[in-house]
């Protein structure tokens, strides 16, 4: 069976430079305040599926780099993303991750009252304050675009154009999987991890460690795995599914059952595919599953990994049994991967780290970490500044590459 190609162009230059981030960009904490205002900030971020938030009322909340987001579906069912702090004193307007509300969001501070389109209702004890304008402080709002089903929201207006056109080169092929149309398994899933972020995607951006590290990715893929380079901020990995079954149990038993839904094409039947959105967001596809996962740093040292997998609507038995095989495979190769992150972060800080030194099938980190450093122009150095130094430093490097250009 022929694997579908990317119709990229996505050859390595023979002269390519194979050194990725120096190791102080990892525990530096000026150099993290950097990344959350330049990178995180700015970039687009999967928030939820729209089936997430199917009811009227319905929310869901979810914390990015210091900044708080609330996704509500209105009554007039209308999805919106907001600010999820209160604009009397700034309390979390809703605490749990997901909820229901009947036709209002109150604050559990002081009791203000919000419609779901984030207009304010009203003031608790409106007669205590100067009389004011209800239209200005409604909740404020952040930018949100629905692509594919999936939400995705932006804090700050940034370099990356539309989630449309930045995974345009994908859409034919993704379309295949009618993610518009899938349903929520097990709701969102999280946990913290002891690394820097940048460990966690310098792992996952490269399939070169699959053969020794992932015994059962290795016995599900065979040598079929190869990664894409970033580009305009977008990769893909792909892999296809043995044939002939497998050693390990939940491989051999996920080929037996393995039920591809009529929507795919045959030259996808078998795909494990995976497209990337630079900094941190990965969306996954099998033959019977979609699934999100990305991650944020918490401190230079510790990373939340946060995710949800979903289901065709029309599943079946067999798919559902197949989809469960899949989860546990995923399952052993997150907790393998979890280990080679720490491995790998504890280097950052050791004096015999010398920097990466990479494969051409590592080109997946090396492409991620040039566009952190097309972000952040001072973590092409070598040698870490002072703390204090590294913002000005960066600062002026950024006014000389827009002098330049």
């Known amino acids: 069976m022929k694997h579908p190609e990317s119709k990229r162009k996505t050859s390595i230059p023979k002269d390519w430079n194979r050194g990725g981030l120096p190791g102080w960009t990892y525990h530096s904490d000026v150099f993290l305040k950097l990344e959350k205002q330049a990178i995180f900030g700015n970039h687009w971020q999967i928030a939820c599926h729209v089936s997430d938030i199917a009811e009227r009322g319905s929310y869901l909340a979810f914390d990015v780099c210091d900044e708080r987001a609330l996704i509500v579906r209105g009554q007039d069912d209308e999805v919106r993303a907001f600010h999820n702090l209160c604009r009397h004193r700034g309390s979390r307007l809703v605490s749990d991750e997901a909820g229901q509300c009947k036709s209002a969001l109150v604050c559990p501070f002081h009791g203000w009252v919000y419609n779901l389109d984030g207009t304010l209702r009203g003031a608790a004890r409106p007669e205590s304050f100067p009389a004011f304008d209800k239209s200005m402080f409604g909740l404020k709002p952040l930018e949100l675009e629905i692509w594919n089903g999936f939400i995705f929201i932006r804090f700050a207006k940034g370099p990356q154009p539309s989630v449309r056109d930045l995974m345009q080169p994908f859409a034919e092929e993704m379309s295949h999987y009618r993610m518009a149309d899938i349903l929520p398994t097990d709701g969102m899933w999280s946990q913290t991890s002891p690394v820097n972020w940048k460990s966690v995607r310098d792992v ?55 039920a591809p839904g009529e929507s795919l094409p045959e030259t996808m039947k078998r795909s494990w595919i995976y497209y990337t959105l630079f900094p941190n967001a990965v969306i996954a596809v099998t033959p019977e599953l979609v ?50 992150t720490q491995w790998s972060n504890e280097a950052m800080t050791s004096s015999g780290f010398e920097g990466f030194y990479l494969s051409d099938l590592e080109y997946g980190v090396k ?39």
């Open 204 to 258: 996952d951006n490269e399939g070169y460690h699959v053969a020794l590290a992932h015994p059962a990715l290795q016995d599900l893929y065979g040598s079929s795995y190869y990664d894409e380079p970033f580009i305009d901020g977008v990769c893909r990995s792909y892999a296809e599914c043995n044939s002939n079954g497998g050693r390990r149990w939940s491989v051999k038993h996920y080929t037996r059952l393995l």
């Open 291 to 340: 699934q999100f996962y990305q991650e944020f740093p918490l401190s230079t040292g510790e990373t939340l990994l946060r995710g949800a997998i979903y289901k065709n609507p029309d599943e079946t038995r067999q798919q559902r049994l197949a989809r469960y095989l899949a989860y546990r495979i995923d399952r052993d190769t997150m907790a393998e991967d979890v280990q080679l």
């Open 367 to 405: 492409t991620h970490h040039d566009l952190i450093r097309r972000a952040l122009p001072v973590s092409t150095l070598d040698q870490q500044p002072g703390e204090d130094a590294i913002g000005p430093l960066n600062d002026q490097m950024l006014l000389h590459e827009t002098a330049v250009d």
